[in-house]
DNA sequence: CGGCATCCATTTTGATACTG
DNA sequence: CAGTATCAAAATGGATGCCG
């Protein structure tokens, strides 16, 4: 009946006690990109049943990591958002994201699900601090009928579903390859002079997007 | 038969297939201070059983993370050690340690489990780059028999089990005071002068390890 | 010690049906 | 849509025995 746990006093394993069970850490993903309703969340978690998802739910709001509200009037449908210990989970889940970048995106295969959501976070793990000291620049990404925008300024980024206000420049791709520039697959700049992504918008943001989300395939020359 | 993954084009979840099942990450954790033998292992992690710890190396064998090899002679024991992908797991295991530092560490229970080398992982999520800008220092740490050291050097930190060579400062201090600074439940300041811990060595050294190793607890003034 | 094999009691999970 | 209820299929924990 008690939860299982490791029972050690030590800071990485009372953290997974928290969220180190099947599935908790993805719906904190999920959560990162803003609140969610129920359906969306299991929509974008193939495989998880209803069941386990409530379960889930009802034990991060129990461990103050995420919380269930409504959105604000008229919509008023309920939704599943972080707390500021959910927040603070951010660091972790792209340190996660960075080392899947670097060794485990092998090819997509046909079964794998892919969520321009989950496109977000890719970009923001690919993030290149030290290339964006000094340099301050809107982005729009559209893939489908899904944008989302990404904010560099003061060496950070930060990245939101939805489109921007006033992007200094618009990336535009289809899923696949965008799947690939966030998951480190596909150079920027190939993907642009191949054609499978459109760019337009100030130039030197344009040439700067480059260097501030670098890619993880090999430093292949050219 | 065929091992149960999310099946998502996404870094994070790759990772999460690789490292998220039970026990695995702290299998890692272990690694990160250093080669182990299997019965070393099996003792830091309560409750794994050895054909769940044999079954979960080999995994990560699989998967590049970690390999089985031998100490140099004349020991020639058989460990295990991290490939350098598994040392690259570290910056997640640190963030998630952070996080817990943070969010997730009351007092300890009777039934946790505490080893000195988990205190090594602790002192590292807790280091503040910042405060070790222009700094370099090396520090011993000894808890009960257990003796490790941290160097800091051009604002970064490396621990390792073992004595230092030169340390510039010693800290010594029981088992229960050591998880506690590890833990962020307690002040280096505090434990020095309640008599919890003992500490020699150069004054300076001594001095920048409070501000290089801050607590979580409370800004309680004074 | 290093590890695999086996048996068994519990937990977790996955899939689906069902209710407000 | 939100979430509960239910049941079968894994995964895990613990004990124990074995063999190099």
Request: glycine share 10%; aromatic share 8%; proline share 5%.
């Amino acid at each position: 009946m008690t939860r299982r746990g490791y029972r050690q006093y030590c800071a990485t394993a009372r953290t997974l006690d928290l969220v180190g069970e099947r599935w908790t850490l993805l719906i904190v993903r999920e959560l990162l990109t803003g609140p969610k309703r129920f359906k969306d969340l299991g929509d974008n978690l193939p495989g998880i049943g209803t069941g386990l998802l409530a379960e889930r739910l009802k034990h991060l709001e129990a461990a103050g990591i995420a919380h269930r509200t409504r959105l604000p009037p008229p919509a008023g449908t309920p939704v599943y958002e972080l707390t500021g210990a959910g927040r603070e989970l951010e660091p972790a889940v792209l340190a996660l994201a960075r080392w899947g970048r670097r060794w485990a995106m092998g090819d997509r295969d046909e079964q794998d699900a892919f969520h321009p959501g989950w496109a977000v976070l890719g970009m923001q793990a690919a993030f290149d601090p030290a290339a964006a000291a000094g340099f301050a620049a809107t982005y729009e990404f559209r893939v489908g009928d899904t944008t989302f925008h990404a904010r560099v300024a003061g060496g950070a980024v930060e990245s939101r579903m939805g489109p921007a206000q006033h992007p200094d420049a618009v990336l535009e791709a289809d899923e696949e390859t965008f799947a690939g520039l966030a998951n480190g697959r596909l150079r920027m700049r190939d993907a642009v002079r191949d054609g499978r992504a459109r760019a337009h918008g100030d130039r030197a943001a344009l040439t700067k997007l480059r260097s501030l989300f670098p890619a993880v395939v090999t430093e292949s020359r050219q």
